[in-house]
Nanobody, 121 residues
């Protein structure tokens, strides 16, 4: 089955760090550009970070730039999101998602189930 599964969410204190993982199955994440997208309670989807198929380039939303790092491990077929200096505003369900192909970065065709990150003392 072609799918993405996010893990690593949980409760973290403000200023803390947390790492999320997105494991692909049924396809190779090294063949696709990947992104993390989040949805805060009662709010819409917010694109967070993206990475090219090879991992050669990354991009970030201004809200997380300098605090979050997206990466991928081809051998593990996994995309990661390292989050640091977390703020309550980072509380959201975090989704991993796949672009249709290496030429399209305007929409995401495959999404994981999401993992909840709660930043609170």
């Amino acid at each position: 089955e072609v799918q993405l599964v996010e893990t690593g969410g949980g409760l973290v204190q403000p200023g803390g760090s947390l790492g999320l993982s997105c494991a692909g199955s049924g396809f190779s994440t090294s063949d696709y550009g990947m992104s993390w997208v989040r949805q805060a309670p009662g709010k819409g989807l917010e694109w967070v970070a993206g990475i090219t198929n090879t991992g050669s380039r990354t991009a970030y939303a201004d809200s997380v730039k300098g605090r979050f790092t997206i990466s991928k491990d081809a051998a593990a077929n996994t995309v990661y999101l390292r989050m640091s200096s977390l703020e309550p505003e980072d509380t959201a369900v975090y989704y991993c998602a796949r672009y249709p192909n290496i030429y399209i970065d305007t929409y995401l065709e495959l999404w994981g189930q999401g993992t909840l990150v709660t930043v609170s003392s």
